[in-house]
């Protein structure tokens, strides 16, 4: 157990785990999303910390031999849980490369190369996305810290609104911060707010139904009850029960009229400004404040990825920057990321970006778009003509909203039992992986497309394992209330 003696384990161990990855995806395309042993192959991990270990041949077949039976295939073509992509060959291979480098990304003196190509890709995120060029940005851990990230900017000016130095003197004794929002909030923003001290109490909701749409008139008239208050404004782009989106240009129009911050959450729905055919959705995106999205949803690089963009680039240093002697200067003209965002310890996440974005371009993540469109619009014409579906709602994006439905049953209380039920049997079947949520008091799938390697025929098997299984729920004599209905 000699350090000096792991060198020789360290090419057996890597072309050993090489040959298994290559047929774990060689088989990725038609496997089960979840083999069915999954949660015992998880419990086979155990045991106290060994006195003398095993060697890294010997540790990495373990973790292969046990590991694979464990692991859902979350980067395959039937993960439509939450809102899952898979990992680009470019970006894979990057990423591969990232690890073996092992690049702190903090600052350029750590690491020039992951530095230059963080800023490289993320100007190229701003050229998909059509935002100004002029904007600061930086890659963050996914969606989370991205709002956080884009938030404190948010924080930070609304500090310098009411004449407060936030990262100096703190929140104590300083007036309440106010966000306004609609329904479609995603937790990561209001986990992200509760980070920050702005508080989840603070948050305010104007919402005009049951499923959260907003009511931008109610909004209006609390921004104009507050007087010119400086307020941040919330919206989304992209909710993830059936990707329905905020009225961004209105509410920019309406940050403008009153001097308040106004940010998107774009985890996926960012993407849609990729192509011509879903652009209108996230019209007003480039009047913002600041915006955010996920890496490892549609653009298909590995966990963990994601983005924030500040219109305002002298916000971010302002609410990050850190100073010792033995780091870089904050003046240093050189770009040092660790500056701009809540990391210091950053993994080079920019290697598998820019990997991608080199290697698919603008027309690749186009075309990717509207084949994961064109899929859901599959899914959801299967599914309206299926007697025993029911879809909830329109699907302007990649998410379709549907419920289990057997042709005569209209109790919401029993259909809601059903399709929990139904929900965990499709996910321990395995052949597909989707989940479900609450959609205006109905228990709904919401299956996600945003894997480049989903095909028709992964979508159409979506629909026959849901249609399956709940019909043999109901036929081993699982009716509820449902009395005759669906036989």
Known sequence: MDPSAWREDERRALDQVVEDIKRYLAGLDEGPARLPEADRAAQRFAGELPEDGSGAAAALRELVELGLGAATRSSGPRMFHFVTGGTTPAALGADWFASALDQNAFSWVGSPLASRLEAIALSWLKELFALPPSWGGVLTSGATMANFTALAAARRWWGERVGIDVEEEGLAGAPRPVVLSGGYIHPSAVKALAMLGIGRANIRRFTRDAVGRMDVDALEQALADRSGDATIICATAGEVNAGGFDPIEALADLAERHDAWLHVDGAFGLFARVSPRSAPLARGVERAHSVISDGHKWLNVPYDSGFAFVRDPELLPKAFTASAAYLPSPLDPHPNFGYVGPEQSRRARSLATWATLRAYGRAGYRALVERCMDLAQRVAERVDRAPDLERLADVPLNIVCFRYRPEGAD???????????????????????VGTTDYAGRIAFRPAIVNWRTREEDVDLLVEVVREVGGRLVSEGWRGSLGDAGH
């Open 411 to 433: 109790d919401d209380a029993a259909l809601n039992d059903l399709n929990r039920r139904l929900g965990e049997a499709v996910l321990e079947d395995g052949r597909v992986y």
